[in-house]
């Protein structure tokens, strides 16, 4: 990782530029269903979590990535936004065939550590189910690397994706 505040720093609109052509990317690779979603994505700076999905009223959705991960590499921005589209195909489907009970799902999931540490397993198993292998080590790596907790699948667990030396 470079020092902040050099000439090397990105600016906001050419990193995301490069998240738009990666969210293609990773669309085409193992999303096909999310082609004709709107999804919309934004930087913050705020050390609340790593990377969030929020879902509008309409059915459109925003990614919103720390300033951070400017620095990283496109393995790991790959596996951070194929985690989010899990988010969205799995929170898409839930919200469809249970609606009355996603208060409670927000519930659980914001209070029950346990809960949600089974629910962001899951999502990383849908990405795994994609192709995603490598990239989800990517970024469940990096985040270990920067000391930012997630509570999806661990590295450990995920060795067997760990691109050879
Ligand atoms: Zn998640």
Same mark, same amino acid.
């Given at each position: 990782?470079? #020092?902040?505040?050099?000439?090397? /720093? =990105?600016?906001?609109?050419?990193?995301?530029?490069?998240?738009?052509?990666?969210? $293609?990317?990773?669309?085409? !690779?193992?999303? #096909?269903?999310?082609?004709?979603?709107?999804? *919309?994505?934004?930087?913050?700076?705020?050390?609340?979590?790593?990377? !969030?999905?929020?879902? *509008?009223?309409?059915? /459109?959705?925003?990614?919103?990535?720390?300033?951070?991960?400017? !620095?990283? @590499?496109?393995?790991?921005?790959?596996?951070?936004?194929? +985690?989010?589209?899990?988010?969205?195909?799995? /929170?898409?489907r839930r919200r469809k065939k249970r609606p009355s009970s996603e208060?409670l799902f927000?519930?659980?999931? $914001?209070?029950? %550590?346990?809960?949600? =540490?089974?629910?962001?397993?899951?999502? /990383?198993?849908?990405? %795994?189910?994609?192709?995603?292998?490598?990239?989800? *080590?990517?970024?469940? +790596?990096?985040?270990?690397?920067?000391?930012? #907790? !997630?509570?999806?699948?661990?590295?450990?667990?995920?060795?067997?994706?760990? @691109?050879?030396?």
């Amino acid at each position: 990782m470079s #020092p902040s505040g050099t000439s090397t /720093d =990105k600016t906001d609109e050419a990193f995301l530029e490069e998240l738009v052509t990666l969210c $293609d990317e990773v669309i085409t !690779q193992g999303f #096909p269903e999310l082609t004709t979603t709107t999804i *919309y994505l934004d930087l913050k700076d705020d050390d609340d979590g790593s990377i !969030q999905v929020e879902a *509008y009223e309409d059915g /459109d959705y925003l990614i919103t990535f720390r300033r951070l991960f400017k !620095q990283a @590499p496109p393995t790991v921005l790959h596996g951070g936004l194929a +985690h989010e589209m899990s988010h969205i195909v799995r /929170d898409t489907r839930r919200r469809k065939k249970r609606p009355s009970s996603e208060q409670l799902f927000l519930q659980r999931y $914001d209070h029950d %550590l346990a809960y949600t =540490k089974r629910y962001e397993r899951r999502i /990383d198993r849908e990405a %795994l189910r994609r192709g995603f292998g490598k990239e989800i *080590y990517a970024i469940n +790596h990096y985040l270990q690397t920067l000391g930012i #907790p !997630q509570q999806g699948i661990s590295i450990q667990e995920l060795e067997h994706y760990k @691109p050879a030396a």
